[in-house]
């Protein structure tokens, strides 16, 4: 019939192309060969669009004016095209077929859709394709993933696959595997750090030794401190003294092989008369000692040991020979530690300090011409060697300037050193000491006189009275002899600038009884000068 209109079949309406479709110019009835496979049902339901009347392309055949080209496939040998994939397309309970004879010369053949170029079309515009795939196998997956209405000239497969199967596992298996290794770092920093920190804390993971030099038996130089030490400290002893109200700490030394031993008086003074006194050598070794003699006046004492050999005097020096800055070394037992080394420098000399009056009359009072240094003294270094270069004794240290007083020097005070030390010279105490050893008691050089010791004025005067409203100067005494009159000002001794009452008898205390001494006065405005020779009185 020919009325204008395309012939050949009409196409259904889907919304896209259904597998296992016959080919374009292929009546729907012809019934499927052996090499083809029988068409499924087609879904039934509405049409997505109206009937075209007139057939338009893509949903109709192929017009006029778009031939299809020809394809060309394998043919067997009496002719019939064969589909490269029609016995793996063939349904799995499919009914045999008899072979049917090769259709018409005029239907063209079906292209195959693994020969088919990459998005090629037919003549109509409609994307070439192969049989769909049978019961119980996959779809084509260029059928599942076309989109007719998607962007055209894109392809008709997606790259890769699927989306929501392997590309999401890979994710997270990469995303395991990560947090996979990062836990195994932080446990193996954990593992590192803990073992690190043990090596640390332990030594390493072998013995550690250190170098060290070896031990060496070299003397020290004579006159370094360690060689001074080494030969004085054998001679050094600790006194431990107790009595019936008091006790106390002390040092001494040892003045010749009979057991002889200088300290100072306030040292053995809580002894008593019936205290007990106890000394300690620098061997560890231990003696009773007995009291010899004492003298408060110059703070001196003697005592002795008996029954002990060995004993190894300290030599003596000569305070005059002295000068300020010489090095010194102290020894003794500050707070009861024996054998303490100390070393400084001497100071300044002929320093005037007076210690002691805890009695309150005065009788406890010690004047001396002292030796300063800065070798630390603290309580317990009393009664011990100074000693210069040579381990000789050059004074005997007696007191310490207290900070917390500020009252002047204190003998036997509790505080600290504060590079304010005062010793006795060993010449004075060399003298004290025969005495004390000869006799049992020391003498004391007097001129004869009573000091006003509330004068304030620069000077030493003599006093308007004396003891018991007697006379201030001595009948036929030293000063009487020499001219010196109640009220006189004293203001030098051989040269020396006196400027108090308490120097006064410090500097006449530096010398012997029997000694000529020039003295230098003021007497109404008037400077005079006097010569006179010591007196001597017994001390106490």
Same mark, same amino acid.
């Given at each position: 019939?020919?009325?204008?209109?395309?012939?050949?079949?009409?196409?259904?309406?889907?919304?896209?192309?259904? %597998?296992?479709?016959?080919?374009?110019?292929?009546? #729907?009835?012809?019934?499927? %060969?052996?090499?083809?496979?029988?068409?499924?049902?087609?879904?039934?339901?509405?049409?997505?669009?109206?009937?075209?009347?007139?057939?338009?392309?893509?949903?109709?055949?192929?017009?006029?004016?778009?031939?299809?080209?020809?394809?060309?496939?394998?043919?067997?040998?009496?002719?019939?095209?064969?589909?490269?994939?029609?016995?793996? &397309?063939?349904?799995?309970?499919?009914?045999?077929?008899?072979?049917?004879?090769?259709?018409?010369?005029?239907?063209?053949?079906?292209?195959?859709?693994?020969?088919?170029?990459?998005?090629?079309?037919?003549?109509?515009?409609?994307?070439?394709? !192969?049989?769909?795939?049978?019961?119980?196998?996959?779809?084509?997956? /260029?059928?599942?993933?076309?989109?007719?209405?998607?962007?055209?000239?894109?392809?008709?497969?997606?790259?890769?696959?699927?989306?929501?199967?392997?590309?999401?596992?890979?994710?997270?298996?990469?995303?395991?595997?990560?947090?996979?290794?990062?836990?195994?770092?932080?446990?193996?920093?954990?593992?590192?750090?803990?073992?690190?920190?043990?090596?640390?804390?332990?030594?390493?993971?072998?013995?550690?030794?250190?170098?060290?030099?070896?031990?060496?038996?070299?003397?020290?130089?004579?006159?370094?401190?360690?060689?001074?030490?080494?030969?004085?400290?054998?001679?050094?002893?600790?006194?431990?003294?107790?009595?019936?109200?008091?006790?106390?700490?002390?040092?001494?030394?040892?003045?010749?092989?009979? $057991?002889? *031993?200088?300290?100072?008086?306030?040292?053995?003074?809580?002894? $008593?008369?019936?205290?007990?006194?106890?000394?300690?050598?620098?061997?560890?070794?231990? @003696?009773?000692?007995? =009291?010899?003699?004492?003298?408060?006046?110059?703070?001196?004492?003697?005592?002795?040991?008996?029954?002990?050999? !060995?004993?190894?005097? &300290?030599?003596?020096?000569?305070?005059?020979?002295? /000068?300020?800055?010489?090095?010194?070394?102290?020894?003794?037992?500050?707070?009861?530690?024996?054998?303490?080394?100390?070393?400084? *420098?001497?100071?300044?000399?002929?320093?005037?300090?007076?210690?002691?009056? #805890?009695?309150?009359?005065?009788?406890?009072?010690?004047?001396?011409?002292?030796?300063?240094?800065?070798?630390?003294?603290?309580?317990?270094?009393?009664?011990?060697? =100074?000693?210069?270069?040579?381990?000789?004794? *050059?004074?005997?240290?007696?007191?310490?300037?207290?900070?917390?007083?500020?009252?002047?020097?204190?003998?036997?005070?509790?505080?600290?050193?504060?590079? =304010?030390?005062?010793? *006795?010279?060993?010449?004075?105490?060399?003298?004290?000491?025969?005495?004390?050893?000869?006799?049992?008691? @020391?003498?004391?050089?007097?001129?004869?006189?009573?000091?006003?010791?509330?004068?304030?004025?620069? !000077?030493?005067?003599?006093?308007?009275?004396?003891?018991?409203?007697?006379?201030?100067?001595?009948?036929?005494?030293?000063?009487?002899?020499?001219?010196?009159?109640?009220?006189?000002?004293?203001?030098?001794?051989?040269?020396?600038?006196?400027?108090?009452?308490?120097?006064?008898?410090?500097?006449?205390?530096?010398?012997?009884? $029997?000694?000529? =001494?020039?003295?230098?006065?003021?007497?109404?405005?008037?400077?005079?000068?006097?010569?006179?020779?010591?007196?001597?009185?017994? $001390?106490?």
């Amino acid at each position: 019939m020919d009325d204008g209109k395309p012939t050949g079949p009409q196409a259904k309406w889907w919304s896209r192309p259904t %597998t296992g479709r016959p080919g374009r110019d292929e009546p #729907e009835s012809v019934a499927p %060969t052996a090499a083809q496979e029988p068409q499924p049902a087609r879904p039934s339901g509405p049409p997505l669009h109206e009937p075209d009347a007139y057939s338009t392309p893509p949903y109709g055949g192929p017009g006029p004016w778009a031939p299809a080209p020809p394809v060309q496939r394998p043919t067997p040998a009496h002719g019939t095209p064969v589909p490269p994939q029609a016995a793996s &397309l063939a349904p799995p309970q499919a009914t045999p077929v008899p072979p049917q004879s090769p259709p018409p010369a005029s239907v063209p053949p079906q292209s195959s859709p693994e020969q088919a170029p990459y998005g090629s079309t037919d003549g109509a515009g409609v994307p070439l394709a !192969g049989p769909g795939p049978g019961p119980g196998e996959q779809r084509s997956s /260029q059928w599942l993933q076309y989109d007719p209405w998607g962007a055209p000239g894109q392809p008709l497969t997606q790259v890769g696959p699927a989306a929501g199967t392997e590309p999401g596992r890979r994710k997270n298996r990469r995303g395991g595997a990560f947090a996979g290794a990062l836990l195994l770092a932080l446990v193996a920093s954990g593992i590192g750090g803990g073992v690190g920190a043990y090596i640390e804390r332990n030594g390493g993971l072998t013995t550690v030794e250190l170098p060290q030099a070896s031990r060496t038996t070299t003397d020290r130089a004579p006159e370094s401190v360690a060689g001074i030490a080494a030969s004085a400290l054998p001679s050094v002893v600790t006194l431990h003294v107790s009595g019936t109200a008091e006790s106390g700490t002390g040092t001494g030394f040892v003045l010749d092989s009979r $057991g002889h *031993i200088l300290t100072n008086n306030h040292v053995v003074a809580p002894a $008593g008369s019936s205290g007990d006194i106890t000394v300690t050598f620098s061997s560890g070794e231990t @003696a009773a000692a007995e =009291l010899v003699g004492k003298d408060s006046g110059y703070d001196l004492a003697v005592v002795r040991v008996r029954g002990v050999s !060995g004993l190894k005097p &300290l030599p003596l020096g000569n305070s005059e020979n002295v /000068q300020v800055g010489d090095p010194v070394v102290a020894i003794g037992a500050p707070f009861d530690l024996s054998n303490t080394v100390t070393s400084g *420098i001497i100071s300044a000399k002929q320093r005037p300090i007076t210690a002691g009056g #805890e009695k309150g009359d005065g009788s406890d009072i010690s004047y001396v011409d002292a030796l300063q240094t800065d070798a630390p003294i603290n309580p317990g270094n009393s009664g011990g060697p =100074l000693v210069d270069t040579q381990a000789h004794v *050059i004074g005997i240290n007696s007191a310490i300037r207290a900070a917390d007083s500020g009252k002047g020097t204190e003998r036997g005070g509790q505080s600290g050193s504060i590079g =304010l030390g005062f010793a *006795i010279p060993i010449n004075q105490g060399k003298r004290v000491a025969e005495e004390l050893i000869n006799t049992g008691r @020391a003498t004391h050089p007097v001129i004869g006189v009573t000091l006003d010791m509330k004068f304030t004025g620069d !000077g030493a005067k003599v006093g308007e009275k004396g003891p018991e409203d007697g006379p201030a100067v001595t009948k036929d005494g030293p000063a009487a002899k020499a001219g010196i009159r109640s009220g006189d000002v004293i203001t030098a001794v051989q040269g020396q600038r006196v400027h108090s009452g308490e120097e006064l008898i410090v500097k006449i205390r530096a010398h012997r009884p $029997g000694d000529r =001494l020039e003295l230098r006065l003021t007497r109404g405005g008037k400077e005079l000068s006097v010569t006179l020779t010591l007196g001597s009185a017994s $001390g106490t």
